[in-house]
């Protein structure tokens, strides 16, 4: 498996090279002809209305009927779901030989293994609760209803959206303002990532 760790590792070295090489030609552009990149950047600004695709997600969509006339059923499957996921993850998942599998070298699988272990505790966490919600949807069913109830918050997050949904032109008036300097250190960091992305690709 760890040929799947190689195509990720060259796959981001890849990327890396075509942003520098981008950030490289953004760069030169800004150093010798600015008048360029400013129109450059005139004809790719371009604002996008993503509301009325996003308005079916939107939508309030009440399942709460069916669930609780049907509380015994569901309650059973999410309970059985949760009892088996949770079996998984306490006997059946060893975090050290999974992990051995898709990463090779010591360091990669002590990472892995964190990063699997973080996992496997919150899938733990998760199918216990889920467990508990499936019992309560069989025996208790109106103690979950009143839990659903004061849990059912409706949180308005237009107002922090329309904030990134402003457009800025501080950036290009401060980019067209300093065209030099932020075209040096473009050109650095660029150049920089280009050497890197090169060496370990011919490694």
Same mark, same amino acid.
């Given at each position: 498996?760890?040929?799947?760790?190689?195509?990720?590792?060259? &796959?981001? #070295?890849?990327?890396?090279?075509? *942003?520098?090489?981008? %950030?490289?030609?953004?760069? +030169?552009?800004? !150093?010798?002809?600015?008048?360029?990149?400013?129109?450059?950047?005139?004809?790719?600004?371009?604002?996008?209305?993503?509301?009325?695709?996003?308005?079916?997600?939107?939508?309030?969509?009440?399942?709460?009927?069916?669930?609780?006339?049907?509380?015994?059923?569901?309650?059973?499957?999410?309970?059985?779901?949760?009892?088996?996921?949770?079996?998984?993850?306490?006997?059946?998942?060893?975090?050290?030989?999974?992990?051995?599998?898709?990463?090779?070298?010591?360091?990669?699988?002590? &990472?892995? #293994?964190?990063?699997?272990?973080? *996992?496997?505790?919150? %899938?733990?966490?998760?199918? +216990?609760?889920? !467990?508990?919600?499936?019992?309560?949807?069989?025996?208790?069913?109106?103690?979950?209803?009143?839990?659903?109830?004061?849990?059912?918050?409706?949180?308005?997050?237009?107002?922090?959206?329309?904030?990134?949904?402003?457009?800025?032109?501080?950036?290009?008036?401060?980019?067209?303002?300093?065209?030099?300097?932020?075209?040096?250190?473009?050109?650095?960091?660029?150049?920089?990532?280009?050497?890197?992305?090169?060496?370990?690709?011919?490694?």
């Amino acid at each position: 498996m760890e040929i799947f760790w190689e195509i990720g590792i060259q &796959t981001i #070295e890849i990327l890396t090279l075509v *942003f520098g090489i981008m %950030g490289m030609t953004l760069a +030169l552009m800004l !150093l010798f002809s600015p008048g360029l990149a400013r129109n450059l950047s005139n004809i790719l600004n371009r604002s996008i209305d993503v509301d009325k695709r996003l308005e079916y997600l939107d939508k309030d969509i009440q399942i709460a009927k069916f669930f609780y006339k049907h509380h015994i059923i569901m309650g059973l499957l999410i309970a059985a779901g949760s009892g088996v996921s949770l079996f998984f993850f306490l006997f059946s998942l060893d975090v050290s030989k999974f992990a051995g599998i898709f990463f090779g070298s010591r360091a990669n699988v002590f &990472t892995a #293994e964190l990063v699997l272990g973080t *996992f496997t505790w919150a %899938g733990r966490i998760g199918c +216990l609760a889920g !467990l508990v919600v499936g019992l309560l949807m069989v025996f208790r069913p109106d103690l979950m209803k009143r839990i659903e109830n004061k849990l059912n918050s409706w949180f308005e997050t237009k107002t922090i959206i329309d904030k990134f949904d402003k457009s800025s032109h501080d950036m290009d008036s401060f980019l067209f303002r300093h065209p030099v300097p932020v075209g040096l250190v473009g050109a650095v960091i660029s150049f920089i990532l280009i050497s890197l992305s090169i060496i370990n690709l011919l490694r």
